[in-house]
Nanobody, 121 residues
Framework: QVQLVESGGGLVQPGGSLRLSCAAS????????MTWYRQAAGKQRELVAA???????HYAGSVKGRFTISRDNAEKTVNLQMNSLKPEDTAVYYC???????????????WGRGTQVTVSS
């Protein structure tokens, strides 16, 4: 059973910073891409940042230069450092990962339950 658990959300003032973390646990053979998504109230879920197992990164235009994604392959974690936060960054942030349970299993998408980030004065 594979689980993704996010942590680090909360309330922060505009211009502030937060660091989100996501830890994968369970029977895991390999993890490919790890991705952060977010969903604001009344809006569709959108990709925020992604990182491959080799460390290549991709960011949504709205967060480029403010957010940094990183991962620790040994610890099976992915982090999202969020700086210069804006009210429009308010959303539930979800962790997603492509995980194979064994060498004979294909990769599947797994989701965490999400962590709330609220940017408000």
């Amino acid at each position: 059973q594979v689980q993704l658990v996010e942590s680090g959300g909360g309330l922060v003032q505009p211009g502030g910073s937060l660091r989100l973390s996501c830890a994968a646990s369970g029977t895991i053979f390999s993890i490919q891409a790890m991705t952060w998504y977010r969903q604001a109230a009344g809006k569709q879920r959108e990709l925020v940042a992604a990182i491959t197992s080799g460390g290549m990164t991709h960011y949504a235009g709205s967060v480029k230069g403010r957010f940094t994604i990183s991962r620790d392959n040994a610890e099976k974690t992915v982090n999202l450092q969020m700086n210069s936060l804006k009210p429009e960054d308010t959303a539930v942030y979800y962790c997603n990962a492509e995980i194979a349970a064994s060498s004979s299993h294909s990769y599947r998408n797994y989701w965490g339950r999400g962590t709330q980030v609220t940017v408000s004065s």
